[in-house]
């Protein structure tokens, strides 16, 4: 490190020191490691501070470091350890084609840094959720959980530091948009959209504890939700809050919001109506559908353009980030395409669109194999927390770059981890089929007696919670 001081700066010696640090701490102890990463990675972008490493070709910040940090271990954890990650996990065939896919790519795209960039995010969250599901047992099941609430302390404080204040990522198109510790506002917002997945699912629970408490802090997320500005996450979260209000058939809760949120609209919600009225005019006035003064002016002309050449490579695509370049072509500037679907099959064809709607149809099935049994208590809880978060995966990924956003998608890899393990332990029970993947993977006899006794009580109609 004082070599690295010494010769090539302190932008290098910090990064030698993330590496060195992390690497010692997740060999002294992988799962504290883990946890401490969940609970920090919300902080990514605040503890980056937009400092950059130039390194040849390769130009990253303090962040991106994390980033290249989580994917490096992920190799070392099953090529050095010699783990299989194919054991009691749905989705490393179907993803580890897709990020295959990508990762391939890289030799016909047309830019190094931005390829290699895109190709890692895409996999530190999924090295990330097959580390984590290697070391679930029933005490780091709630660990997890635990560590998913602790990221959330800086920023949510530091979200609400910034709508007292007037401050935030920039005035853009007459709103300041609050994005606390990320680097833009809709970072901000689907993660906490994924934040409100969890926390409501846990506050509906009969099971949970300092419902007073809970409620506070999802009153805290959907505030700050709203100050983010961004339509599509106010969507998804609507979206979540019906679904688990509806499964555990608190129907008088939709009804109390309904009503509130009217009232709430008419006294203080006049920007957030601007907000979604700006839209429709854009859509009722066809001169400007390009307007690229606009959000959605210019994502319209980018996603046109983004078809239209689809069709020049439709089958394997144009190469891991090649949207972004297409985007110096047509704005003079570096710009994701705000659409997932259209980028996976502007920059991997036709078969890498089929790659990832087979990752998203195996994330909803994981997540619905064992609430298609009607279980309402903490052992299906996490699955309905995960089908809301992949519900809001499909949804914001037609608006916005969640791909690239793996300081959010990690916590529903984390989530996506907790599923499997429940499901593996209600199928040894035969509470559900048991998958192929599954056969092998093994569970304490504690486990199972756990296990047995929740299907038992889940079972009785008096388990089920009160309308």
């Known amino acids: ?29 992988p799962k504290a490691f883990i946890l401490v990463f969940l609970a920090v990675i919300a902080l990514r972008n605040f503890v980056a501070g937009g400092d950059r490493i130039t390194i040849g070709g ?3 910040d303090l962040g991106g470091l994390v980033n290249v940090l989580a994917t ?42 931005w390829s290699s960039r895109f ?13 984590i599901s290697d070391m679930l047992d029933r005490k780091m099941v709630r660990q997890v959980i635990t560590a998913i609430y602790a990221s959330s302390v800086i920023p949510i404080l530091y979200g ?50 300092n419902r007073g408490l809970r409620f506070l802090y999802i009153v805290a997320l959907v505030a700050l939700e709203i100050s983010t500005y961004t339509r599509i996450s106010w969507v998804a979260m609507l979206v979540c809050w019906i679904y688990l209000s509806w499964i ?80 110096v072509e047509l704005f003079g500037q570096e710009a994701a395409p705000h659409n997932g679907y259209l980028r996976v099959a502007y920059e991997t064809g036709g078969i890498g669109l089929a790659l990832f709607a087979w990752v998203l149809l195996t994330m909803l099935w994981q997540g619905f194999r064992l609430i298609r049994k009607q279980s309402y208590g903490g052992l299906a809880m996490v699955s309905h927390v995960y089908v809301t978060m992949t519900l809001s995966y499909v949804m914001l990924n037609a608006t916005d770059n969640i791909l690239e956003y793996y300081e959010v998608a990690i916590y529903q890899w984390a989530i996506l981890s907790l599923v499997e393990y429940n499901n593996v332990r209600a199928s040894r029970k035969g509470y559900i089929p048991a998958a192929r993947f599954e056969q092998d993977v093994e569970l304490a006899d504690e486990e199972l007696v756990d296990i047995e006794a929740q299907i038992l009580a889940e ?4 388990a089920e919670p009160a309308r």
Request: aromatic fraction near 20%; proline fraction near 3%.
């Open 248 to 327: 555990y058939k608190k129907r008088t809760y939709l009804l109390a919001g309904a009503i509130g949120g009217a009232f709430g609209l008419v006294a203080f919600g006049g920007g957030i109506l601007a907000r979604m009225s700006d839209a429709g005019a854009i859509f009722e006035s066809g001169a400007e559908m390009y307007d690229l003064n606009t959000s959605i002016g210019w994502r319209l002309y980018f996603w046109d353009e983004l078809v239209r050449r689809f069709w020049e490579t439709p089958w394997l695509g144009h190469g891991a980030g090649s949207s972004v370049m297409l985007g």
């Open 160 to 209: 609400f530091y910034q709508w007292a204040t007037g401050q935030g990522n920039e005035v853009t198109e007459g709103y300041v948009r609050v994005n606390s510790s990320f680097f833009h506002p809709a970072h901000f917002s689907m993660y906490l959209t994924f934040l409100f997945c969890l926390a409501y699912a846990e506050f509906l629970d009969e099971e949970r504890k």
């Open 72 to 113: 490096g271990i992920g190799f070392v954890y099953f090529l050095v350890l010699w783990k299989n990650p194919f054991k009691g996990r749905s989705l490393t065939v179907p993803y580890g084609a897709f990020l295959g896919l990508f990762a391939v790519s890289m030799f016909w795209a047309s830019e190094d840094r």
């Open 1 to 29: 490190m004082a070599l690295a001081l010494a010769f090539g700066g302190p932008h290098y010696m910090a990064a030698l020191a993330i590496v060195g640090v992390g690497g010692g701490l997740f060999l002294a102890n």
């Open 119 to 131: 190709v890692t995010r895409l996999a530190a969250p999924f090295f990330t959720y097959l580390i």
């Open 459 to 462: 079972a009785e109609p008096a």
């Open 58 to 60: 390769f130009d990253f």
